[in-house]
């Protein structure tokens, strides 16, 4: 049984890793190096100096890979024009550079990355609606999600869609998602796009506060200190061997750990959904196709070689099951390359305890809450015309959110003050308050359905403090 499972774990691993152990180029030297394109270095170092110095200074210059290499347009790129004498596109896809890339690209299709524009979950899309416009969608959704880059009648493309370089972009060539999200062009180099800056450019703010979540944690409080000592520029950058100071995003979400390689899909290593309503465990279906979906342990867990439904609609057979616990696994692979078993197994059991502590406690009573007003026929089925929308929005979206960020990567402040407890001044002082205001007797009722028979809001109950339940003991002459 033992060695059963042993095998399952190293097949997880394996599956992790197998790209990565060819890593390297695939198109042989003669492949690159056009001739032709030594005329567009010419012309673009007068007319756009900058670009071209940049391209000059980069791994790709040095091994003799030129303008028209990355921008020479093929059959099925819709944005070809005719340029010098060339037949160009602006756009490089992330198909375009797994040409000689095609581990990182393949990793990447399958990523929940390129996911970011064609499948959004819950209201957002209605938020973009309702608070923006399309112009706002474009400087702001779209430019961390991606667009749908689209084209005008010369072939030249359309402003309100490009420039844009969001994660999950719908290029004219069909693939999905863009490369230079993370590595800025015209260097594209690999020691950049492990700084943290390379995640929190989209990683910051409400939906995914993770810059101010790792700024604040000891790890973000290392790595600033001894960034000098990061080592970001050798060659593989393997935690503990390579650097030891601090991890970045990348150490725990892509990065390479022992014998497990670093990988171009982020997504892998992440047990819990910490952007729901309610968080949930999931496991990662991983299709022959190598497409990747996401269920929920409440789900029908599906078998090795049964065919599903994939995101898009379409059917493939399932070739490997990850589930929570093995994925997690993953993740703690980086961890105990600084830390013991004792202590990241803790830290984990501390994260996974404050997630179900906040599923309990607000996430779903909130969420049952919600339901009973729309049933009850209390709201409209219109999204975001009501108040209490907005505050059941921001409770698990954007408090709620934050908090689950903070308890998973370190940041105390995020996970109390601008976390949980934003959560319960919400929930006390508005959400509740405004439910009463709403629907009168019945709120009476939802409440006292919902929140007053449960234990975590049994204190409500009282007017008087009964127990000392966190163990913190009142200084004598402490009067409040
Ligand atoms: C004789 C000079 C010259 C040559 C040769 C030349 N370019 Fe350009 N290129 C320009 C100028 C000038 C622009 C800016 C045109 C504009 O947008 O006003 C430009 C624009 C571009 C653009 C941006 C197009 C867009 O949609 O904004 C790309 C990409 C490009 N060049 C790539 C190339 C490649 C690849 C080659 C080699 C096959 C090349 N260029 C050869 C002068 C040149
Ligand atoms: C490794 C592949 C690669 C190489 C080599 C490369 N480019 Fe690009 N280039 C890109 C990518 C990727 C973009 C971004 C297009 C997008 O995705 O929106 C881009 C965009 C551009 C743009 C339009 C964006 C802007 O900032 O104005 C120009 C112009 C351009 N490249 C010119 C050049 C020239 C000139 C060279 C050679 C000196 C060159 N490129 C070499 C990949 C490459
Ligand atoms: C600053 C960059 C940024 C902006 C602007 C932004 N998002 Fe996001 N969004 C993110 C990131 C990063 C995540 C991933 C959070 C996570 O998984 O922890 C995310 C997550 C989401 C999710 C949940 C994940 C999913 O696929 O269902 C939705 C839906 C969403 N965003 C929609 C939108 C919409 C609609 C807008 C505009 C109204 C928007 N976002 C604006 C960066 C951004
Ligand atoms: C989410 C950010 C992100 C995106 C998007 C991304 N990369 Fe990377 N890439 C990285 C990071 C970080 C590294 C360094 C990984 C490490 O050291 O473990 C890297 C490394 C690489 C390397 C060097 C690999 C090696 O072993 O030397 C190549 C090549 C590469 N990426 C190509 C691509 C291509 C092609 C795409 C688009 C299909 C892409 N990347 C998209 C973040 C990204
Ligand atoms: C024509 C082949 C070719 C294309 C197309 C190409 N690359 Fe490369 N790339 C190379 C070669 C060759 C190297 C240098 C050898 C190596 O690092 O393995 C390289 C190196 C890299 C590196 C490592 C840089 C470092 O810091 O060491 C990254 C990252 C990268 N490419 C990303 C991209 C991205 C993103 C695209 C598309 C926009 C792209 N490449 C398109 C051939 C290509
Ligand atoms: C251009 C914007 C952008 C950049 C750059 C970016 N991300 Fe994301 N990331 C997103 C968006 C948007 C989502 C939500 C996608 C979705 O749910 O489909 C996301 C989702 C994620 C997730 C959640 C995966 C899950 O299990 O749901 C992780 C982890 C993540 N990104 C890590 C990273 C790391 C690490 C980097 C840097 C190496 C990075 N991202 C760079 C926009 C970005
Ligand atoms: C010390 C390791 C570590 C570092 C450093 C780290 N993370 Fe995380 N991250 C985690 C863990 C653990 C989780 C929770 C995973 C789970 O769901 O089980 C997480 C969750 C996330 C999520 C939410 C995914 C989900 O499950 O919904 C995003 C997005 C994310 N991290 C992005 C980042 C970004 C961006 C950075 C850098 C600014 C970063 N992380 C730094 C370990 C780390
Ligand atoms: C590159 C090494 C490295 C990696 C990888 C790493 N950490 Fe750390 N971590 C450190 C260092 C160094 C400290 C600071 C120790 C100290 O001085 O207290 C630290 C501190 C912490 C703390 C704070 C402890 C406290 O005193 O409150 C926690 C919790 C933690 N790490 C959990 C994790 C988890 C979980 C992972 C994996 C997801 C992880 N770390 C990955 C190096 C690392």
Redesign the pocket.
Known sequence: MISIRLFFISIFFLFLSNFSLA???T?D?S???LEEGKSCVECHSKSSSGLTHQWRN???A????NCL??HQAYEDDNDAIEHEGHVIATI???K??????EV?YKQQKGSVHVKAVSFLKNNMPLLAQHFGGLAGNNSGCAKCHGSEVKMRGDGTLDPATWPNTGIGRINPDGSKGS??AC?G?H???????REPSACTHCHTGIESPDKAVYETSKHGMLYAAHRDEMNL?S?QWVVGKDYSAAPTCVTCHMGTAGKMKSNHDVGMRDAWNLNSPVSEKQYLIIFQDGDKRELSTTEALPRRGETIKKLDGTEAKVKMVASPKRRRQAMMKSCLECHSKGFTKNSMQQFDDFVELYNDKYGKPAKAIMQALYDNNLLTPLAFDEPIEHTYWALWHNEGTRARHGAAMGSANMAWWEGMHEVATNFYGKFLPQVKELAGKKGDEIIKEHILESEYHEWLNRTQEATNVLGFTKESNDEN
Request: net charge positive; proline share 2%; charged share 20%.
């Open positions: 890593a390297k180029v198109l030297s492949g690159w190096g980069s791994a790709h040095q091994a003799n890979v290499d990355c490089v896809s992330p375009d550079c797994g040409r000689c890339h990182e490369c230079s590595h062009r260097q594209f180099s690999k020691a950049q796009a520029k060659d």
